[in-house]
């Protein structure tokens, strides 16, 4: 896992494929900011989450039982998607970790959490670590460390069930297929429409109302729609 990180004063530790950037005084980094390491190896399919549900393995968001952490996950669950406030960025999977860290000197545990952007150039990036930084210091957390979590990518496999029914709900059709092979994205799937359910759907536009959604159109009801695309 490749983390990138701000916090004072400015230091850079690195062990086996992990690597912690801390910036100076007042320095706050973007996605563009310098990577190190050679990565994480991807193992499993899917999130890693502990805590109320069952648990998982795997290079996804990872969550600790009932505790500290846990009052944080419910915090930043109440963060939304800027581009699609029906999710939050828990419901995404791109709040990848959260945890208390001691540092050597055996100090007082400080706050790290790690956030993966959806995919490179997504103009919410920034929109979405305001938000988060705004939601950690509003809540007494101005301590805390963001960091930014490059390796493994995030996927659309790693959105939640239950974000997965708020996109249908909301008119959006959740990505059909997991994206463990590079070919299904060369392809246009068939899409459920979520408005009638009906299979026989065409695509009208590789583009919706973002770069991360096509449009289509159901041949049934005649209602158009966005497809979340499988990334």
């Not at 190896?41 to 600790?64: A, K, L, M, W």
């Not at 996109?167 to 070919?183: N, W, Y």
Request: aromatic share 6%.
């Amino acid at each position: 896992m490749v983390t990138m990180s701000e916090q004072a004063p400015a230091t850079n530790v690195t062990s086996a494929n992990q690597s912690h950037w801390y910036p100076g005084p007042g320095e706050r980094t973007g996605f563009g900011a310098e990577r190190t390491g050679s990565g994480a190896e991807r193992t499993g399919s899917g999130p890693e989450r502990t805590g109320s549900g069952p648990e998982r393995t795997g290079p996804g968001p990872e969550r600790t039982g009932p505790g500290p952490e846990h009052a944080i996950w419910s915090l930043l669950s109440s963060v939304p998607d800027p581009e699609i406030p029906v999710l939050s960025i828990c419901d995404l999977g791109i709040v990848r970790h959260v945890r208390w860290v001691s540092d050597a000197s055996g100090g007082q545990p400080v706050l790290h959490v790690g956030i993966t952007p959806t995919y490179s150039g997504c103009p919410a990036t920034e929109v979405i670590r305001h938000a988060v930084r705004s939601a950690l210091d509003g809540a007494g957390y101005t301590e805390a460390i963001l960091e930014e979590v490059l390796s493994p990518p995030w996927s659309s496999d790693w959105l939640s069930e239950q974000g997965r029914q708020k996109l249908r709900s909301f008119g959006i059709a959740p990505p059909e297929k997991a994206v463990s092979s590079p070919r299904h994205l060369f392809h246009s799937p068939t899409v459920t429409c979520p408005r009638c359910g009906s299979r026989t759907t065409e695509r009208v536009s590789e583009f919706g109302s973002t770069p991360c959604k096509a449009h289509y159109r159901c041949k049934a009801c005649l209602e158009p729609f966005d497809y979340f695309k499988c990334l």
